[in-house]
């Protein structure tokens, strides 16, 4: 239903105080579960110390960012009650923390899902494995939001916006004159990147899960061996594969709408309370279910673990591999003898794939 103005709200603006406080607390809580999940999903990942493997640190950037992005959104929550208090020194630092940790939060969740889908694009479908670009990643992630955040800080456009604070299009928080420093900033620092790069994911993500479809189909309709000695360890390949790719789709689809209603509104010149609700609970919900899907990953991974039998006490053991889009190689047991179980490490992967496009060339 469309808004109508709230009397009782600071500066008669379109959201009533009450509604303000319904949103903070639905943004809040929401924020605040999905926060407590990736933090679950970071400490199993920490115990297992399964942070050794490169496949699995990949997947704790996208769970990190996530973390901070749900932070952000929890942290809404310092500004209940704003109208009533909006004088108070407290609620003017509030504004201002609250704006900055959302804009770097949300900026950092992009950058690691974008590099996310670069790395596994050329890994899957160019055979390149650019795991030494990893502290690249890293620092990218962490130093180019930070100037995102830090434009509209220095400029001092981090105000009330809506229910919560952010880069304002207002002159100032009780003014009907547009900023246009502020519309434009809003759209070159955020919106319009982020509709870019998540078209670009989309597609990216789109070509990958066709390529492996048409190698999955390949791989079991023809008798030649291009990649690895055995179907079944060309299929290993590709389980993988697929875990790390449903970040970038969870991304994705917990910013369509968000998105589309923020082109609603351009579009339309009109708030909806219910799809302000619903956009505000979507994006405070990617943490939530990122979290899962590393959770759920890490209960694959054990579960295969334990799966395969244990080495006699006189076998040698192996210590941790650290491998990206490995395979599980098992030795035929034709002895009746326990047989070792393997992870090749990435250099042995990477020669196989290498084998293999020096066989697409023939």
Known sequence: ?????????????????????????????????????????????VYLRLYKLFVYRLAMYQVMGSLLQASAMASVLLLWDYDSNHNRLYYKVSCKFSAVILQYG???????????????FCYVVFFKNFKHLEKLYLALSVAFPLLMAGIPFIGDYYRIAGAWCYISSWEGDCSTTKLKTGIIEEFVL?????????????????????VLLYRAHKYRSSDREPLMAGRDQRKEVLKQLLPLIVYPIIYFTFLLFPLANRIFMAASKTTNYDLIMVHAVTISSVGFFAGLALIAH?????????????????????????????????????????????????SEVDAAFMKRSQWNER
């Open 1 to 45: 239903m469309p808004l109508k103005l709230g009397n009782d709200s600071y500066c008669n603006a379109t959201f009533s105080a009450k509604q303000k406080n319904d949103l903070l607390l639905g943004v809040g809580v929401t924020g605040t579960c999905s926060a407590l999940c990736c933090i679950n999903a970071l400490a199993m990942v």
């Open 106 to 120: 949300m900026w950092v969740k992009l950058m690691f899902t974008i590099q996310l889908t670069f790395h596994l």
């Open 190 to 210: 955020y919106y319009g990147p982020v509709t870019f790069l998540l078209a670009l994911n989309a597609v990216s993500i789109f070509i990958m899960i066709v």
């Open 298 to 346: 890490i209960c694959l991974y054990q579960f295969k673990k334990r799966s395969v039998k244990p080495l006699p006490a006189s076998a040698p053991k192996d210590t941790d591999s650290d491998y990206f889009s490995t395979f599980a190689n098992a030795t035929p047991n034709t002895s009746g003898v326990l047989t070792r179980f393997s992870l090749p490490n990435e």
